[in-house]
C-alpha cells in the first residue's frame, strides 16, 4: 500500500483481556517495527523483524507480550490480560534494511489502546 | 533506554522566527535521524544524518552532527505555525544492526 497501515485506530478495552492490533506495512519493505509511546513521553522499542530471521524481541516489556509477521508483511502485536498500564499509544514502522538501519521508518497512525 | 535526550523540552516561538532544537546522546552512532509528530499519532521522518557527515540541508530544515560531542541540532528557518508539532531525534547505535532509539522529544509551538 501507499502507507503503513495499522488498525483499530482506537481500542477502549476491559482490564484482563486480551487484545490485537494489527500493522499492515508498505509493500517490499522487509524490516518491521513496534514501539509503544506511552502520554508525552517519547516512543520504546517493542519488537523487530526483519525479512525471514527470527525476531528482536529485547523489548517486549513482559511474556505477556507477543507478536508475529506472516507472510514476511502484516503483522499482529497481541497483549493478554491487559492492564492498565499498557495503555498507550502503539505504533508500527516499516522500512528497508540490508543489514543496516540506515533508512529512515515510515510510521503508521498508531492505535490509541485504553485499558480501563 | 534513551539513548538521545533532546533539549530543550519545550520551545515557543513567533512565527518567521528560526527554532533550534538540540539532541545529546551517550553511544557511538552509525547515523541520527530527526521525526516529527503531530497530534501524539504517526511520526514523519524528516532527515537522516550520517556519522560520517556533519551538515545536511532539507528545505528550511538544517541538521548539523558533532560525534565529538556526540550531539546534533535541528534548525528550522522562517518557522511557520504548521510546523507546531513534537521533535524527536533518533539514533541508531554502534554498527548499525539494532533498531532507532528516541529521545523524549522537544514541542514546538510556532505562534502566528
Known amino acids: 500500500g501507499a502507507g503503513v497501515s495499522q488498525s483499530p485506530s482506537n481500542k477502549v478495552t476491559e482490564k484482563g483481556k486480551d487484545v490485537e492490533l494489527r500493522c499492515d506495512p508498505i509493500?517490499?519493505?522487509?524490516?518491521l517495527y513496534w514501539y509503544r509511546q506511552s502520554l508525552g513521553q517519547g516512543l520504546e522499542f517493542l519488537i523487530y523483524?526483519?525479512?525471514?530471521?527470527?525476531?528482536?524481541k529485547s523489548g517486549l516489556p513482559s511474556d505477556r507480550f507477543s507478536a508475529e509477521r506472516t507472510g514476511g508483511s502484516v503483522s499482529t502485536l497481541t497483549i493478554q490480560r491487559t492492564q492498565q498500564e499498557d495503555s498507550a499509544v502503539y505504533l508500527c514502522?516499516?522500512?528497508?534494511?540490508?543489514?543496516?538501519?540506515?533508512?529512515?521508518?515510515?510510521f503508521g497512525s498508531g492505535t490509541r489502546l485504553t485499558v480501563v | 533506554s534513551q539513548q538521545g535526550e533532546e533539549d530543550p523540552q519545550a520551545l515557543s516561538i513567533q512565527e518567521g522566527e528560526n527554532a533550534t532544537m538540540n539532541c545529546s546522546y551517550k553511544?557511538?552512532?552509525?547515523?541520527l535521524q530527526w521525526y516529527r509528530q503531530n497530534s501524539g499519532r504517526g511520526l514523519v521522518h524528516l532527515i537522516l544524518?550520517?556519522?560520517?557527515?556533519r551538515e545536511k540541508h532539507s528545505g528550511r530544515l538544517r541538521v548539523t552532527l558533532d560525534t565529538s560531542k556526540k550531539s546534533s541540532s535541528l534548525l528550522i528557518t522562517a518557522s511557520r505555525a504548521a510546523d507546531t508539532a513534537s521533535y524527536f531525534c533518533a539514533t541508531v547505535p554502534g554498527s548499525g544492526n539494532t533498531p532507532l532509539v528516541f529521545g523524549k522529544g522537544t514541542r514546538l509551538s510556532v505562534i502566528a
Open positions: 509493500s517490499g519493505h522487509t524490516a
Open positions: 514502522a516499516s522500512s528497508l534494511v540490508s543489514g543496516k538501519h540506515n533508512y529512515g521508518y515510515t
Open positions: 523483524f526483519q525479512g525471514n530471521s527470527a525476531p528482536d
Open positions: 544524518i550520517r556519522s560520517n557527515e
Open positions: 553511544t557511538s552512532i552509525n547515523n
